[in-house]
């Protein structure tokens, strides 16, 4: 039986999605309006996402079944956009010759660099699928291992400070495991608030607003500029602080919310946005930068329009005719059968 949508989740991963996509058009856009408003927003824009994963973590029937579903929720969808990725950019390979553009690699050794390089053009926002799943795994891990609340915490912290050292001396290790480090707390923070009952209505719902904008400034004034995926990082205080203040003030805010079609329905398929958005708004920055347009606000905000409107269609498209391969029908099933 599918589980019901929780329309304010759908809401808050879309408003992360829509940030990771205006980020991903230009870093500079959220400057333009506040000199440290990317950063302020940089507490919660992918921390988020570590975060609602938490809410909903199961420990389902056992390693293997827990393991089966998220390869078929994480790493399934992981390999398939990677390789839709190469095939959109066969795409654009022969659109750049037709126009008489400066044609781009094409070589089949991109389909392995996701798996052994810490970026690679095509789908640079696929790392944090691969984070995803090994925090997942690391904390069943700590679920089986560990009884004691006092224990997953301490070992929470600890790891964290093991991955936060890892990054501030630049060492790096394979598949995104000493960024997964890092994002844990987050993660464990989700599962909490489902501990505490969270999820459920309260009557003090409604000073959520008044508590956002309360840490607000708070927020603005005191982040540091924070890159999870190359770990560049601020100070450890400001690192988990400052993000699960903003990150619980928003759920807090978001819960009272009615359901908005348009902002749940790119929140539910959020993972396709994820995996493609890169894919589209590349060739319309570059038409539009082709035809004259400089680099701003206006760029940006045709970009992203533009981008979240071809999102619509491809959105329907993959999940109707590759619902096994963007997680919205399970790729293995009991067992590891394939259907």
């Not at 991903?24 to 440290?36: C, G, Q, R, S, V």
């Not at 969808?77 to 022969?94: D, I, M």
């Not at 044609?103 to 926002?125: C, G, H, K, M, V």
């Not at 060492?171 to 960024?179: A, K, N, Y």
Request: aromatic share 18%.
């Amino acid at each position: 039986m599918a589980r019901e949508r929780i329309a304010y989740i759908d809401f808050m991963k879309c408003m992360c999605i829509m940030l990771i996509v205006m980020y991903h058009i230009d870093h500079d856009f959220f400057d333009y309006f506040a000199p440290n408003l990317n950063n302020a927003l940089q507490a919660f824009r992918l921390p988020m996402y570590y975060f609602i994963s938490g809410i909903f973590f199961k420990l389902y029937n056992g390693f293997a079944d827990f393991t089966r579903r998220k390869v078929n929720n994480i790493l399934v969808p992981f390999v398939f956009f990677v390789a839709f990725a190469y095939c959109w950019r066969l795409l654009e390979y022969g659109f750049r010759l037709a126009v008489g553009a400066e044609p781009i690699d094409i070589s089949l050794s991109q389909l392995a660099e996701p798996f052994y390089l810490r970026y690679w053009p095509n789908t640079t926002p696929l790392w944090f699928l691969l984070s995803l799943f090994w925090v997942n795994v690391i904390f069943y891990a700590m679920q089986r291992w560990i009884r004691p609340l006092w224990g997953i915490l301490l070992t929470t912290v600890l790891l964290s400070v093991v991955g936060y050292l890892l990054g501030v001396s630049k060492v790096e290790l394979p598949l995104m495991l000493d960024t997964s480090l890092v994002a844990l707390p987050y993660f464990v923070l989700g599962w909490g608030m489902k501990r505490l009952g969270a999820l459920e209505p309260s009557r003090h719902d409604r000073w959520g607003v008044l508590v956002l904008l309360a840490v607000a400034m708070p927020i603005y004034w005191f982040s540091d500029f924070m890159n999870l995926h190359f770990q560049v990082l601020p100070a450890y205080w400001k690192l988990y602080l400052l993000p699960f203040i903003a990150m619980v003030a928003l759920f807090w805010a978001c819960k009272p919310l009615p359901r908005i079609p348009l902002f749940c329905h790119y929140g539910r398929y959020s993972l396709i946005i994820l995996g493609t958005h890169p894919l589209i708004l590349q060739p319309v920055r570059f038409l539009l930068l082709r035809q004259g347009m400089e680099s701003g606000v206006a760029l940006t905000l045709i970009v992203f329009v533009v981008t979240m409107l071809v999102e619509l269609p491809l959105i329907w498209l993959l999940r109707t005719w590759t619902p096994r391969f963007t997680a919205q029908e399970p790729f293995f099933l009991p067992g590891w059968k394939l259907r």
